[in-house]
């Protein structure tokens, strides 16, 4: 089937995980009702997240690694010509989702990380912000006090180890828009996982596997523990599944079966034994949403164009 081959329906929905504010998602369903694009509008949310403080997985106030350093990840999807930018293991810039649309727009590459990533956004004139809020600074110094630890020590492996067996919240944040024209665009951000060895990147830049989108099947992010969604290419997966004319619902199941199939019981020496799930959210062509976890209690929002405030509903665990 060709790209860009244009919907009939003109049904607009944004589809987001239930960590974001009601309010982030109902402005973006505002815009879209006024002739905004899908694209514009997922840089919108994911912006709006980027900045609240109080979400600790996502841009400023996110966890930091194990020496306290806030690293960014942050994919963006264009549906309708499969282009795509990400960024990885950024320091310092307020926006980690702009700056992945931009490498999308301006560069023949898809995913910069680290210090590149951080030289073009100085490039393009990113906005800079130190992105270790009070609040998360406060958790990491607790946290290596109480594995009674000091970042001095040269054994980060160990450091690491140690300190990732704690429980914290994971809200990166997933949206999946859909304008009035039919065209999809996915974006998403994070901090990652608390406390983990520098550089780690998870499945959120990963195009296939935190993040898919194309207009002619739907789309596809993740949430959850990245190692997991990256090893069975959670998000492409889900999506090629539906280009093959699998339902969304058995598509969604399929590809939650398989991550529940490869995390198992968690071994109770596994530092990341806490984190061991995933939820994926799926859209499909025609605007039809779900979402599928390994565990039950994970929920997302989902707001169309007449709904006067987002719906909040569980995904389905298919185990
Ligand atoms: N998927 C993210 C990662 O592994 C973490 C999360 O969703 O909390 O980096």
């Known amino acids: 089937m060709p790209y860009n081959r244009g919907m009939a329906s003109s049904s607009i929905v944004v589809l987001a995980n239930a960590e974001i504010r009601d309010e982030f998602i109902s402005e973006g369903v505002e815009r879209l009702r006024h002739g905004a694009s899908a694209g514009d509008v997922a840089e919108f949310i994911a912006c709006a997240v980027e900045d609240d403080p109080d979400e600790h997985t996502v841009g400023y106030g996110g966890w930091p690694n194990i020496l306290g350093e806030v690293e960014l990840d942050a994919s963006f999807m264009d549906g309708a010509t499969l282009r795509a930018g990400a960024v990885a293991a950024l320091k310092g810039f307020r926006h980690p989702i702009s700056i992945a649309r931009q490498v999308m727009l301006r560069l023949p590459h ?51 180890l140690r300190a990732l067996g704690e429980r914290r919240g994971s809200d990166t944040m997933n949206v999946i828009v859909r304008d009035a024209a039919g065209h999809i665009c996915s974006a998403v951000s994070t901090s990652g996982i608390a406390w983990k060895y520098p550089g780690r990147v998870g499945d959120s830049p990963l195009v296939g596997a935190g993040n898919y989108c194309d207009d002619r099947y739907g789309a596809a992010a993740c949430m959850g523990l990245g190692e997991a969604a990256m090893r069975v290419g959670a998000a492409v997966q889900a999506v090629m599944l539906m280009r093959l004319g699998w339902s969304l619902e058995s598509a969604g199941r399929e590809v939650a079966r398989q991550l529940s199939d490869l995390l198992g019981a968690p071994a109770a020496e596994d530092p990341t034994r806490h984190a ?11 605007g039809h949403v779900g979402a599928f976890a390994t565990r039950p209690g994970l929920c997302y929002k989902v707001q169309r164009a007449d709904d006067p405030h987002p719906l909040l509903r569980e995904a389905v665990c298919p185990a």
Not at 276 to 286: K, S, T
């Open 110 to 160: 898809v995913l910069l990380a680290g210090e590149g990533a951080a030289r073009f956004a100085a490039e393009i004139g990113a906005e800079r912000r130190d992105m270790l809020s009070p609040e998360a600074r406060a958790a990491w110094q607790q946290r290596i006090a109480a594995i009674g630890e000091d970042t001095h020590q040269r054994d980060t492996i160990a450091l690491t």
């Open 276 to 286: 061991h799930w995933v939820r994926i959210l799926l859209m499909d062509a025609a």
